[in-house]
């Protein structure tokens, strides 16, 4: 799974409350440790769905 961050993302910050190891913010934006995706798929899929504009994308590799 690959997990990216859209130019739309309004810094919320939801993400990152739901998965603080995998969703960083800075300033008014999210960014995506990669590295801790493998462990949190389940969350990434719940920070996606959770973020209210769509900025979450996700691949598959
Ligand atoms: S939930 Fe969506 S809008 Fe909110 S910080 Fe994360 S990516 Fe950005």
């Known amino acids: 799974m690959w997990v990216s961050i859209r130019d739309n993302c309004v810094g919320c910050g939801a993400c990152a409350v ?3 190891e995998v969703f960083e ?3 008014r934006k999210a ?3 990669q590295n801790h995706v ?3 798929e389940d969350d ?3 920070a996606a769905i ?3 504009v769509n ?3 996700i ?3």
Do not use: E, K, L, R
């Open 44 to 46: 990434c899929i719940d």
């Open 38 to 40: 493998h462990w949190n």
């Open 50 to 52: 959770t973020c209210p």
């Open 18 to 20: 739901i998965s603080p």
């Open 59 to 61: 691949d598959d590799y």
């Open 25 to 27: 913010m800075h300033g």
């Open 31 to 33: 960014t995506v440790n």
């Open 55 to 57: 900025a979450i994308q």
